[in-house]
C-alpha cells in the first residue's frame, strides 16, 4: 500500500515552474522529483486557475450543503467534465 505524501507548497512551485519557465516535460520533471506525473499535472493545472494557493495544503475540513453538491454533480454531468476538472470549476480541492 502506498503511503501518502505531503510536499511544501515550496516544493510544489518549484517544480511547476520548472514546467512553465524552462519548459522541462513533465516526465523529465517527475522524474527527476521522484513524483508521478500526473501530480505534477494536477500541480501545474492548479496554480494556473488559483495561484500559490492552490498548492498549499488545506487542512481544514470543509462542509458542503446539499444543494451546493447537487450543483457540483449537475454541472460535471452537463458538461462532461473528469472529478479534478470539476474540483478546479467549483473550487473545491
Known amino acids: 500500500m502506498n503511503k501518502k505524501r505531503n510536499f511544501t507548497a515550496e516544493f510544489k512551485l518549484e517544480q511547476v515552474l520548472k514546467y512553465l519557465e524552462n519548459h522541462l516535460s513533465y516526465t523529465a520533471i517527475s522524474n527527476e522529483a521522484g513524483i ?11 496554480y494556473q486557475s488559483k495561484g500559490i494557493l492552490g498548492l498549499e495544503i488545506n487542512k481544514t475540513k470543509t462542509t458542503f450543503s446539499l444543494d451546493f453538491k447537487h450543483k457540483v454533480v449537475k454541472g460535471m454531468i ?7 476538472d470539476t474540483s478546479i470549476k467549483f473550487g473545491i480541492w
Open 36 to 46: 508521478d506525473h500526473s501530480v505534477l499535472r494536477r500541480w501545474v493545472s492548479l
Open 78 to 84: 452537463a458538461n462532461n467534465l473528469s472529478y479534478f
